[in-house]
């Protein structure tokens, strides 16, 4: 979700909005925003003091908004209370009885294991005076320096390896959602839908014949959500494959429907967001999908360079079998 645009209305916002006479009509045109560029979140901090502070025509209003969104328009509505939930008003406690959440503050031991690696890198970092000249930094420099990671490197375990595989999943995950928005963008045109399902037998009886390898937007879908393309060539590979099937079957002399016209317009407007990306995003894909393919090879070494910089020893190949699924470990 970190992607996606956040729309805030809170007390500040919707007192100052500078196209508003008033907060319920700031209110109403921020809400409208969100829909209007979703996906999005609509975030509402505060709201027990929200609805406590205003007027009750603006408690009325957010009811309305909230009850009659619609469930197939993808907005992530998000509020926040230092209120209890028991003790809040009927008409929150009614909006939000199904997705309601106590979150409370970390324990010691949970946010020194967030922070382990920032001070694992901290002490293994090599210290460098700042000047040559200056004798005082040089001297408490050399005092101050830890000692070399190659003494201080432990064996690493399997949680150290289940961390590089979350790592590396994070950015696979991302990078799959950039994917999403783009598939999720092609699928809301209409003039995309012959292309959305597999084509009938009783379309085109002799489909299958001409065509050996078949593809839809759904199959796309299907083959994203199972997490198939993790390279930005691969996905654009399906279009591609997508848009030589229209045009090895639909003859140019007989197109009553424009089907060539807008298979041309989706392979076009799917390279044009594809290559669009972070192109640093795109290479660490295609940086994960190498290591990836070299430990089915039997090699780990790109992993055990990972490990290394993290003040660890090379571990067992099998310990790659679980984290990684590979069958070749």
């Given at each position: 979700?970190?992607?996606?645009?956040?729309?805030?209305?809170?007390?500040?916002?919707?007192?100052?909005?500078?196209?508003?006479?008033?907060?319920?009509?700031?209110?109403?045109?921020?809400?409208?925003?969100?829909?209007?560029?979703?996906?999005?979140?609509?975030?509402?901090?505060?709201?027990?003091?929200?609805?406590?502070?205003?007027?009750?025509?603006?408690?009325?209003?957010?009811?309305?908004?909230?009850?009659?969104?619609?469930?197939?328009?993808?907005?992530?509505?998000?509020?926040?209370?230092?209120?209890?939930?028991?003790?809040?008003?009927?008409?929150?406690?009614?909006?939000?009885?199904?997705?309601?959440?106590?979150?409370?503050?970390?324990?010691?031991?949970?946010?020194?294991?967030?922070?382990?690696?920032?001070?694992?890198?901290?002490?293994?970092?090599?210290?460098?005076?700042?000047?040559?000249?200056?004798?005082?930094?040089?001297?408490?420099?050399?005092?101050?320096?830890?000692?070399?990671?190659?003494?201080?490197?432990?064996?690493?375990?399997?949680?150290?390896?289940?961390?590089?595989?979350?790592?590396?999943?994070?950015?696979?995950?991302?990078?799959?959602?950039?994917?999403?928005?783009?598939?999720?963008?092609?699928?809301?045109?209409?003039?995309?839908?012959?292309?959305?399902?597999?084509?009938?037998?009783?379309?085109?009886?002799?489909?299958?014949?001409?065509?050996?390898?078949?593809?839809?937007?759904?199959?796309?879908?299907?083959?994203?959500?199972?997490?198939?393309?993790?390279?930005?060539?691969?996905?654009?590979?399906?279009?591609?494959?997508?848009?030589?099937?229209?045009?090895?079957?639909?003859?140019?002399?007989?197109?009553?429907?424009?089907?060539?016209?807008?298979?041309?317009?989706?392979?076009?407007?799917?390279?044009?967001?594809?290559?669009?990306?972070?192109?640093?995003?795109?290479?660490?894909?295609?940086?994960?999908?190498?290591?990836?393919?070299?430990?089915?090879?039997?090699?780990?070494?790109?992993?055990?360079?990972?490990?290394?910089?993290?003040?660890?020893?090379?571990?067992?190949?099998q310990y790659f079998r679980g984290p990684f699924s590979i069958s070749g470990v």
């Amino acid at each position: 979700l970190e992607d996606l645009p956040v729309i805030t209305a809170d007390i500040s916002t919707l007192s100052a909005h500078s196209n508003a006479r008033n907060p319920e009509e700031a209110f109403v045109r921020l809400f409208s925003e969100a829909c209007r560029r979703a996906p999005s979140i609509f975030y509402v901090p505060h709201v027990d003091d929200l609805t406590r502070c205003c007027s009750t025509r603006l408690s009325v209003i957010l009811e309305s908004c909230f009850t009659d969104l619609s469930p197939s328009l993808p907005v992530l509505v998000l509020a926040s209370s230092d209120t209890p939930f028991a003790k809040l008003g009927g008409v929150l406690r009614g909006l939000f009885t199904f997705g309601a959440h106590l979150l409370s503050a970390p324990a010691r031991h949970y946010r020194e294991q967030f922070f382990a690696p920032l001070r694992e890198a901290v002490l293994l970092a090599p210290l460098r005076p700042s000047s040559e000249s200056d004798s005082v930094s040089v001297e408490c420099t050399e005092v101050l320096r830890p000692v070399r990671a190659s003494s201080r490197r432990r064996p690493a375990t399997r949680q150290d390896v289940e961390q590089i595989a979350r790592d590396e999943e994070h950015v696979l995950r991302k990078f799959r959602m950039k994917l999403r928005t783009i598939l999720d963008t092609i699928m809301r045109q209409a003039r995309f839908r012959p292309f959305q399902r597999p084509v009938h037998p009783e379309e085109a009886p002799d489909y299958a014949e001409i065509i050996s390898n078949p593809i839809c937007l759904e199959d796309i879908q299907y083959r994203l959500d199972r997490g198939e393309y993790r390279s930005r060539e691969q996905f654009l590979d399906a279009f591609r494959l997508l848009h030589a099937n229209c045009v090895e079957y639909t003859p140019l002399s007989n197109d009553p429907k424009g089907l060539l016209h807008r298979v041309h317009s989706l392979l076009d407007l799917v390279e044009h967001h594809a290559y669009k990306l972070s192109s640093s995003l795109c290479d660490l894909c295609d940086t994960i999908n190498k290591r990836r393919e070299a430990l089915e090879q039997g090699d780990m070494s790109a992993y055990a360079a990972i490990l290394e910089s993290r003040g660890k020893t090379s571990p067992p190949l099998q310990y790659f079998r679980g984290p990684f699924s590979i069958s070749g470990v």
